[in-house]
């Protein structure tokens, strides 16, 4: 908003200008916080202070001068700029960077820096700003809420509006992700502050089931080690699916949650293995492998294996697929990929998925198992790694070079090294090492 104001004497007029979260002084501040800035009229004179004593030093009993020590005279700010955050935390020591200036240079003062809630003071500081500098304020365990932000120094005094929130971080563990239905579910509350202290006080818990159905609300009281253990029993005949556990401290917005399943567990009848003979290929390779089931008394498993090959290209596209008489194990051979799509996690290579499927001969029970194969073009990987990133002419360049299969296991090979470079004409030479 602008506007003017009449001096003391009705005789003078100062212009002000007051810049808020959409002002240029938000972006300057680097944004997400609370910007503040008053220009005044040119006419406000800096107040002259009392003279600059001399200091002197005694030696020996006599006594010389040495330095004259300025003394911190405040100055009338014609225009000011203060930066705060737009949130405080309750409990923490919070910053508010200022600027003062005097017409093109800057200015001395003191500077009181106050919280206030209903116009009452909850928080105060001060501090001298030598032109620029900071305030720190410690805010007290205040209840979240709306506050003002008064900052005031000779011949200026501006308010704005900041948040308090409670500093509390929570987090909810519980002693397993999944259950089954008629267990237990034993849940930890743990509240820390930002300085990871802990903090005592209460909490709201509340559980949805997987329809989103509010089944659980409890108050808990977290101790002084910040800690809070209550139990969850779940019914015969829960609804089975993924959990919402949520907790939020008293008074605040600081919040956490936590999945879990709840889900029938059935021990299965028999493992499936898939043994390959590496754990990668090249794309003009074809894939074998060995699928094995047995039972956990280690009988091995009669019926029928399914193999679905999978490539990675953005997406999973099927390419391969095949079905066997299962007695026990069965040894495959898949279609060379010829291509996949290259990903920075596999350094490079592509992935194919194996899918594989053994039905129990007689009921048709099913058992299932997953492998990846990482898909590359070349057997051998070579690194080069410099000594440093720049080097001087005339100086030695060391390299480290490394030759490794894709599984990272070492590898002897012949590795020939060119070197492009240009020399003191520019003109581009090749040095090649063996």
Known sequence: MAGTENAANGARMSR?????????????????????????????????????????????????????????????ADGYLAVAPRTFRAGQAEAISLALFKGDKPAN???????????????????????RGSV?????????????????????SDTGAITVEDNAILFLETDKPIYKPGQTMRIRLLA?????????????????????????????????????????????????????LSATMAGGKQTAQRDVRVEKYVLPKYDVTVTLPKEWALASETLTGTVSAEYSFGKP????????????????????????????????ELPAVRYVTGTPANGGGGGVR??????????GYEEQNSTLVTIVASPVGVRVVPETASFKPGLPL?????????????????????????????QTRTETRQ
């Open 136 to 156: 720190a304020l410690s805010v007290p365990k205040l209840a979240a809420g709306d506050y003002q932000l008064k900052i005031s120094g000779k011949g200026f």
């Open 16 to 76: 002000r200008t007051f810049l808020t979260g959409s002002g240029a002084a938000l972006i300057l501040a680097a944004g997400g916080g609370l910007a503040l800035a008053r220009q005044f009229g040119a006419d406000d004179d800096p107040q002259a202070g009392p003279g600059t004593p001399e200091v002197t030093a005694t030696v020996n009993g006599q006594s010389s001068p040495t330095m004259t020590a300025a003394p911190r005279v405040d100055q009338a």
């Open 398 to 426: 060391a390299l480290l070079v490394t030759t490794e299969t894709p599984d990272h296991q070492p590898v002897d090979a012949s590795v020939a090294l060119a070197v492009n470079y240009q020399d003191a004409k520019y």
């Open 109 to 131: 003062s003191t500077v009181t820096v106050a919280l206030l809630k209903d116009g009452k003071a909850v928080a105060q500081a001060a501090d001298w700003v030598p032109g």
């Open 301 to 332: 498993v009669k019926g029928e294996v399914e193999i679905v090959a999978q490539r990675y290209v953005g997406t999973w596209q099927e390419y391969a697929r095949i079905t066997k008489p299962l007695d026990g194990s069965f040894s495959f």
């Open 354 to 363: 194996l899918d594989v499927t053994v039905r129990e001969e007689g009921t």
């Open 192 to 244: 820390l502050d930002a300085a990871l202290r802990p903090v005592s006080g209460d909490a709201t818990v509340a559980a949805l089931d997987a329809k989103g159905i509010k089944v659980f609300k409890k108050t808990v009281t977290a101790d002084d080690f910040g800690m809070a253990s209550f139990d969850l029993p779940l019914s015969d005949e829960p609804n089975l699916g993924v959990w919402k």
